[in-house]
Structures are given as C-alpha cells and as structure tokens.
C-alpha cells in the first residue's frame, strides 16, 4: 500500500511541476514523469495490460510526437541560449530523482511478484 502513495505521491508531483513550468522540454519531461507514475500505480492495482498499454502508447509515441513538434519549432539564438542552458546537470535533477524514485519502486514490485508467482500464490 506505501509503493501506491509513493507512486501518486510522485504522479502528483510531476504533474504540478509540468503544469507549472513556461519551458516545453521542461513540462514535456515531467509530464513523462507523471506518466510512468502512472503506469506504476495501474500496475500497483493489478492491471499490468494497461500499465503497458500506458508505457507504450502515451509515454511512448505521444510523447515522441510531442518532442518532435517542439523540436520543429524554429526559436533562432533564443532557443539555442536556452538549449545550452538545459545541458546543465541542475536542470535534470528533479525529473532525474523523481524517475530513480520510479524505478525503484518498479523494480521492488517486479521482484515481489515474481516471488508470489514461484511460490504459487
């Protein structure tokens, strides 16, 4: 029950942070955040289909689509003051520490299912 209120703890979050945020790389990145959160608490709730389906789809190819729009945009020396400006380590540490928070809880849950399966529960 603790990994749920971690997992929405961090959905919540990473959802505030991408709603708050003028960068689009910057929300972009949280609200992919806030998607694996999600995904961990379908997962968390016994449905591993749509925790996939969740990876996959929104995750994956919405999000790729919506850095490839960002990307198109033209933004002239502005946009490339501001790309060195994201190079920066201290940028990536609040998505960085939220994702490590993610995995973590990922990777403890694959193992205690793992263990329910080889005992036969």
Same mark, same amino acid.
């Given at each position: 029950?603790?990994l %749920? !209120?971690?997992? *929405? &703890?961090?959905?919540?979050?990473?959802?505030?942070?991408?709603?708050?945020?003028?960068?689009?790389?910057? &929300?972009?990145? !949280?609200?992919?955040?806030? +998607? $694996?959160?999600? =995904?961990?608490? #379908? %997962?968390?709730?016994? =449905? @591993? #289909?749509? =925790?996939a +389906?969740?990876v996959?789809? !929104?995750?994956? *190819?919405i999000?790729?689509? %919506?850095?490839?729009v960002?990307?198109? /945009?033209? $933004?002239?020396e502005?946009?490339?003051?501001?790309e060195?400006?994201? $190079?920066? @380590?201290?940028?990536?540490?609040? @998505?960085?520490? /939220?994702?490590l928070?993610?995995?973590?809880?990922?990777? #403890? /849950?694959?193992?205690?299912v793992?263990?329910?399966?080889?005992?036969?529960?």
């Amino acid at each position: 029950m603790m990994l %749920f !209120y971690i997992a *929405a &703890a961090v959905a919540l979050a990473a959802t505030i942070l991408a709603m708050t945020r003028t960068n689009a790389i910057h &929300a972009l990145i !949280y609200l992919i955040v806030s +998607l $694996l959160s999600i =995904a961990v608490i #379908f %997962f968390l709730i016994g =449905a @591993p #289909f749509a =925790a996939a +389906l969740e990876v996959v789809i !929104y995750a994956g *190819a919405i999000m790729v689509l %919506f850095v490839f729009v960002i990307m198109m /945009l033209n $933004l002239g020396e502005e946009g490339d003051a501001r790309e060195r400006k994201w $190079l920066e @380590p201290r940028i990536w540490i609040g @998505p960085a520490t /939220l994702s490590l928070i993610l995995l973590t809880e990922l990777v #403890f /849950l694959i193992g205690s299912v793992e263990g329910q399966i080889s005992q036969g529960v």
